[in-house]
Nanobody, 122 residues
Framework: QLQPVESGGGSVQAGGSLRLSCVSS?????????MGWFRQAPGKEREGVAA????????DYAGSVKGRFTIGLDNARNNVYLEMNSLKVEDTATYYC??????????????WGQGTQVTVSS
């Protein structure tokens, strides 16, 4: 299965934490690639949140989440997680996992999950 599958969304109060997980098959036709998390809030365009290079673990973050969110790999580097701390109301969005792309450029990503909802209340 090439399409990644997300889990871990939910509702939390501002200042709280959530961890999102994304399972992918890892069976792609390219030797290595970036895996990323994107989000889309109601009425807004989708934006990049964090991305990680599968081969080396190099990361890239949006300025709005730097220092609060952490992206990482597990399970032989096929799965990617997003640890979200100090959540803010403005972090409320549907979060998508994407694989085989480049950094936070969503136009480059080939495979997308269905999304998981994160709601942060004040």
């Amino acid at each position: 299965q090439l399409q990644p599958v997300e889990s871990g969304g939910g509702s939390v109060q501002a200042g709280g934490s959530l961890r999102l997980s994304c399972v992918s098959s890892g069976d792609y036709s390219v030797p290595t690639y970036w895996m990323g998390w994107f989000r889309q809030a109601p009425g807004k365009e989708r934006e990049g949140v964090a991305a990680i290079y599968r081969a080396s673990g190099v990361t890239d973050y949006a300025g709005s989440v730097k220092g609060r969110f952490t992206i990482g790999l597990d399970n032989a580097r096929n799965n990617v997680y997003l640890e979200m701390n100090s959540l803010k109301v403005e972090d409320t969005a549907t979060y998508y996992c994407a694989t085989v792309g480049l950094r936070l450029d969503e136009q480059t990503y080939r495979y997308w999950g269905q999304g998981t909802q994160v709601t942060v209340s004040s």
